[in-house]
């Protein structure tokens, strides 16, 4: 070929390509049922998002559950005033009612004078796994209002978590939700875990306490140990024991209804087995220790949140009324994310949600509900790794709904940065999020419990103050803005010298 065809060629090559960079859509071609990509103009000139500064996302979440201890009441109020209308990493509340856990914080501070154990039921998906997120919480609230142990456990624990160690023989596990290896039941009295263990004749359940890195003290404390079974043949016994404590049997009637079995031991213990002869299902099993708060976690992996309608309602109301379970968390809709193409979609999921939280209401009538919305989640689009597409839509489509049905919501996506913020925990060091861009670490996952401990304590704290200034007096600062506060702080409006009886810095 000829130099100046050559180079005629080589330029119509380049015109082209240029042709095809200026005009082709950043978002690609639809070609025979594939998207087609190339680099082009729109793309290029496209506004970069500015990279999420994970340390600076954190820092500032941290400073912003913080207030420097003061004497002076107005101070006090107008962090809280600020706290309650203004903090992204807040709590939301429905109808921005302050007062929404005041019932739950009470019976949380008279559960030790009462000798009682108020439960928290925290379902979720994987990302509490391994009781990563919870143990914090748990840590958090039973150092505020006492209590101890791992709590609630299922007979058979197919997941490793890092509170408490676990074996079982002789007992058949089943589920209501799960992948092809799980058995399902003949019936639906899958119990509060969603889960049951049948035992028939004989079988054991042990446990050890926890010698792992992560795990808190708290949970190491056992020192009251609880089986929730039910359907139970004659005569049915289970027999603890613990350390060098004798064994102590308890033999109960035949029943078809939730029985709560419990032993209180005199001294915290390290390990124990559980022997059961008989038949019964199994439900779970309770390490507790003083009286307080429990965090019972059931993580269900793969789970989007719409299974609870499958489990029989006398079962749970009965087990939730025996349990004393005030608080029922629910963090979910990641796994629903892949499923999602349009607001159709969100739409449909929604109104299954709402089914769900009906459910709860029904079977817990004492408990309040709180549900958690999905982390950010990383997928790779022309080589970037971003956000899923939809999931901003979802997360604040899941705050609305919940705030309408009366269920408080925490915004863990924004919490942890927003749109691009997983690229940049993956990339953390240490990392605080996996290479699958949707999983915590250990220390990621452990950041964020700590985030929602501090929103939820953040609440209590203010309940506190309350307790001595008059509700006229709250209401009315509260409904202030700053520039009227300002203006008629030093007149009609007058905050008494005030010493807190508590902490107010985390």
């Excluded at 391994?130 to 142990?149: A, I, T």
Aim: with cysteine.
């Amino acid at each position: 070929m000829k130099p100046r065809r050559t180079l005629f060629f080589i330029l119509a090559v380049m015109l082209i390509l240029g042709v095809a960079w200026y005009f082709f859509p950043a978002e690609g071609l639809a070609v025979g049922g594939k998207n087609l990509h190339f680099p082009s103009y729109a793309e290029d000139k496209a506004p970069q998002a500015e990279e999420v500064d994970v340390d600076a996302v954190l820092n500032n979440v941290n400073k912003s559950f913080e207030m420097t201890c003061s004497d002076n009441l107005l101070d006090s109020m107008r962090f809280f005033r600020t706290y309650l209308k203004e903090n992204p990493n807040r709590i939301y509340l429905p109808n921005d009612d302050y007062t929404f856990f005041d019932t739950l914080f009470s019976q949380f501070e008279q559960a030790g004078a009462q000798g009682k154990t108020y439960r928290v039921m925290y379902y979720g998906d994987s990302q509490i796994e391994m009781d990563r997120m919870s143990s914090v919480l748990r840590q958090k609230l039973q150092e505020f209002f006492g209590g101890s142990g791992p709590n609630m456990v299922p007979a058979i624990q197919p997941v490793p978590t890092i509170s408490v160690v676990q074996r079982a023989s002789n007992l058949v596990r089943y589920t209501v939700y799960g992948d092809a290896n799980t058995q399902r039941a003949s019936h639906n009295r899958y119990g509060v875990m969603s889960q049951f263990s049948q035992v028939v004749g004989s079988g054991t359940i042990s446990f050890t306490q926890t010698n792992h890195s992560q795990a808190f003290d708290k949970a190491k404390e056992i020192s009251t140990v609880s089986v929730l079974l039910g359907r139970n043949s004659k005569n049915f016994t289970a027999t603890l024991k613990c350390d060098n404590l004798p064994a102590q049997p308890k033999t109960l009637a035949a029943s078809d209804s939730v029985t709560l079995i419990t032993w209180e031991l005199p001294a915290n213990v390290k390990r124990g087995s559980i022997d059961l002869r008989g038949n019964a299902e199994i439900y779970a099993v309770l390490l507790d220790g003083e009286p307080g708060v429990a965090i019972d976690n059931v993580a269900l992996r793969g789970c989007t949140g719409t299974i609870f309608t499958r489990i029989n309602e006398a079962t749970l109301k009965q087990s939730f009324e025996l349990l004393g379970t005030r608080l029922i968390i629910m963090q979910f809709g990641g796994n629903r994310m892949p499923g999602i193409s349009n607001s159709k979609n969100i739409t449909t999921y929604m109104a299954e949600l709402e089914k769900q939280i009906d459910y709860m209401k029904r079977v817990a009538p004492k408990a309040t509900l709180l549900f958690i919305g999905p982390a950010d989640m990383g997928k790779s689009y022309n080589g970037k790794m971003g956000t899923w597409k939809g999931l901003p839509e979802l997360n604040d489509s899941l705050r609305i709904m919940a705030l309408r049905n009366n269920v408080a919501y925490w915004d863990m996506f924004n919490v942890m940065g927003g749109e691009g913020s997983m690229a940049q925990w993956v990339k953390h060091k240490p990392a605080l999020a996996g290479p699958d861009h949707v999983h915590f670490t250990f220390r990621g996952a452990q950041e964020i419990g700590s985030d929602l401990a501090k929103s939820f304590t953040t609440y209590y704290d203010f309940y506190k103050l309350r307790q001595r200034v008059p509700s006229e007096k709250v209401i009315e600062f509260i409904n202030l803005d700053q520039k009227e506060d300002s203006i008629r702080t030093a007149g009609r409006i007058r905050m008494p010298f005030y010493k807190p009886p508590f902490t107010l810095k985390k």
